[in-house]
Each structure stands twice: as C-alpha cells, then as structure tokens.
T-cell receptor
Framework: DAGITQSPRHKVTETGTPVTLRCHQTENHRYMYWYRQDPGHGLRLIHYSYGVKDTDKGEVSDGYSVSRSKTEDFLLTLESATSSQTSVYFC????????????FGEGSRLTVL | DAKTTQPPSMDCAEGRAANLPCNHSTISGNEYVYWYRQIHSQGPQYIIHGLKNNETNEMASLIITEDRKSSTLILPHATLRDTAVYYCIGANMEYGNKLVFGAGTILRVKS
C-alpha cells in the first residue's frame, strides 16, 4: 500500500474555529485529492492538486481551502468550521492519471459542535 | 463522468462467485470503467479498471459488454472479508475527469 497518512484521525471542535487536516504521502505521487464522505452522499470531491502549488476546486469546495507547498503534503483548511462540515474526510493520491488507481488514507473524522 | 447505476445491495455465499453488475449506458468512448470497494469505514480501495477488453487481476475480473453499456465485476471466490461497498465509476482521469463515487452496492458475503 502507498504510504499515505492523515492527521488528526479524530477531531472535535466548535463552530467558528479554524481546522487544518493534513495528508502526508511518502510515494512522491504528483496528484492528491481531498474527499468528504457523508451518509447518503457517497464520497464528494472537495479539492485536488496536480502538483506543488497547483490546486483546483472540486464539487463541494465552499468553506474549504487547500495548500500544497511540498509534494508530500496536502493540507485541507476549514477557515471557520460549521456543523455542516462534520464529516469523514479522506485524502487520496496517485502517481499518474493513466493508472486509474487512487490510494486512500484511513480517513479523518471531524465533528463540529 | 458517465452516470452509473448499481443495485443497492447483494448477498453472496462464502466461497461462491460474486457478480456485481453496473449499468453505464452514457459512457463515452474514452471513459474507463473503474471499480473500487470500501470496507467498513476504511478508505476506498482500487480493484480494477478497463476500457473495452475484459480485465483480470489478483483481486477480480471485469467483464465489459461489447457495447460498453454495462459491466460486471466478478470476485471468483468470495470470502467474508469481501463484505464491503463496491463502487463502479465511469471516467477518464487523463481527460480531467475526477472519480465520482456514488452510493455503490453493499455486498454481504455470508457463511
């Protein structure tokens, strides 16, 4: 399995506080993704990255920002968390789009009270 | 991305083949069929993908109809550990498509 880890794995925070989730991969993969998963919605793409400092929005990007200053790290930030952002967040990476294979992290469960 | 339709759930006896269908009648000529699965609350796991030809790897076989409007994922000898949600996705990542995970099929393997 690709070495992709997420931190923190669990977090409880209050509405209005900033939150940053970290995705770290040791495989030198160029492409990285952040998804959220909620009951009844499957996995929905938040943001993705084609390389260092090269990011773009997914289908549910409002309220989220990302940064990728190094190949191995892709950060997801909730500037002011809301209860609707309570979810399980998954990070994924792939070395190339031709492979069709995304490697997923274990997920980060975020609860916003 | 192509719209895909999967049954919400299926049961399979342990040791038997599990055949998971997927309809993707709107798939375009350059879109692949990808299959992933998600066991309990873990991150999704890639299984296999194909364009036109049938594909096989150590995990499963993928049978795509000649008109490419549907496909079947086959787990040849299902085990209890294969109980998971299986996602069928039609897309071409090289063309900028992102993988869109729908509701999938819940496969329950029973002893």
């Amino acid at each position: 399995d690709a070495g992709i880890t997420q931190s923190p794995r669990h977090k409880v925070t209050e509405t209005g506080t900033p939150v940053t989730l970290r995705c770290h991969q040791t495989e030198n993969h160029r492409y990285m993704y952040w998804y959220r998963q909620d009951p009844g919605h499957g996995l929905r793409l938040i943001h993705y990255s084609y390389g260092v400092k090269d990011t773009d929005k997914g289908e549910v990007s409002d309220g989220y920002s990302v940064s990728r200053s190094k190949t191995e790290d892709f950060l997801l930030t909730l500037e002011s968390a809301t209860s609707s952002q309570t979810s399980v967040y998954f990070c994924a990476s792939t070395p190339g789009l031709h492979t069709g294979e995304l490697f997923f992290g274990e997920g980060s469960r975020l609860t916003v009270l | 991305d192509a719209k895909t339709t999967q049954p919400p759930s299926m049961d399979c006896a342990e040791g038997r083949a599990a055949n998971l269908p997927c309809n993707h009648s709107t798939i375009s000529g350059n879109e692949y069929v990808y299959w992933y699965r998600q066991i309990h609350s873990q991150g999704p796991q890639y299984i296999i993908h194909g364009l036109k030809n049938n594909e096989t790897n150590e995990m499963a076989s993928l049978i795509i109809t000649e008109d490419r409007k549907s496909s079947t994922l086959i787990l040849p000898h299902a085990t209890l550990r294969d109980t998971a949600v299986y996602y069928c996705i039609g897309a071409n990542m090289e063309y900028g498509n992102k993988l869109v995970f729908g509701a999938g099929t819940i496969l329950r393997v029973k002893s």
